[in-house]
């Protein structure tokens, strides 16, 4: 099992050996999250890199990734557990073919851990060779409130309650990180029991050491001309602004295209890559690209 980094800084190298880039505030609240045993509740931007960062840190740690993926509608079964009816049904009817069936013994045999399907939470809970898992909940402003309240006891105790099986309670609190886009605000109950961090775009000169990472084939000129105008295209009035999932995008669409330097024509062929609307895409054609080119390009020059 590999340990936990001791300091700020071994979390900057553990986090950045799997191309992860990361400021000095947001490798403290993982430090600190690691070192105190809490959950870590991100928000931020779509595309600002907190879903990589439970990435990062169970590949760095050699830990089990738990995603639990949340929607409108995920209630608590579906995230802890559910029966498997189908199989439970084949035994209740292959126990009544060959008759004389112990009611009691059946009923204990179908809630048992044969038929249990279990779900992330569930997951979570159980004990791991490699050490407590890292558990991703993963945009949970798309829930309801009332899954909210689940998840106050839940990350509280850290244990679950299956009535037909009683408390299970992890044997090491596992990871836990939440994210959120910050479609609507998540209540203040759950927030406290969690360490917070606003994941923000980052400065030009960390997108570019981003950059770097993710998309090492890329030249330094046409890594530094593709995070400028990314950032440009951030200040402008679109309906989605690009986030670094799409800085990324577009460096590897580009590689792919083997484009020495950005142009108007490129820009063009290529913004499917950064824009996921048609209204801001038909912002950007024509001459609008090339008179934000010519900014980026000219500001380039003068840094």
Not at 112 to 119: A, I, K
Not at 213 to 234: D, K, N, T, Y
Request: net charge negative.
């Amino acid at each position: 099992m590999t340990q936990t980094p001791d300091s700020i800084d071994a979390v900057q190298h553990m986090l950045g050996a799997q191309g992860y880039v990361c400021g000095r505030a947001l490798a403290t609240v993982v430090f600190l999250s690691l070192r105190l045993g809490r959950p870590l509740f991100l928000e931020g931007e779509a595309g600002v890199g907190k879903t990589e960062i439970a990435k990062a840190l169970a590949a760095s740690l050699n830990r089990r990734l738990i995603r639990l993926q949340c929607y409108e509608g995920l209630d608590a079964s579906s995230a802890v557990y559910e029966w498997n009816f189908p199989a439970q049904m084949v035994a209740i009817r292959t126990a009544e073919a060959a008759g004389g069936a112990d009611r009691q013994a059946l009923q204990q045999e179908l809630f048992s851990d044969e038929y249990l399907v279990e779900r992330p939470l569930l997951q979570a809970m159980r004990p791991d060779e490699h050490g407590a898992p890292v558990l991703l909940i993963d945009e949970l402003d798309r829930t309801d409130e009332p899954f909210e309240a689940f998840l106050l006891e839940a990350l509280s105790d850290f244990q679950v309650t299956i009535p037909e099986l009683g408390t299970i309670k992890a044997p090491e609190p596992p990871i836990v990180i939440l994210t959120s886009n910050r479609t609507r605000e998540v209540h203040d109950a759950l927030k406290r029991r969690c360490l917070y961090h606003w994941v923000d775009y980052p400065a030009f000169d960390r997108e570019v050491e981003i950059l770097r990472a993710r998309a090492p084939e890329a030249a330094e000129q046409l890594s530094r001309e593709i995070v400028a105008f990314v950032q440009h295209l951030r200040t402008e009035d679109l309906f989605k602004k690009p986030g670094v999932a799409e800085t990324i995008d577009w460096a590897n669409c580009l590689l792919a295209l083997d484009v020495i330097d950005l142009s108007p024509e490129v820009i063009a062929d290529t913004l499917g890559a950064i824009l996921k609307y048609q209204d801001d895409i038909q912002r950007l054609q024509g001459s609008e690209a090339k008179r934000i080119l010519d900014q980026v390009q000219a500001s380039l020059e003068v840094a």
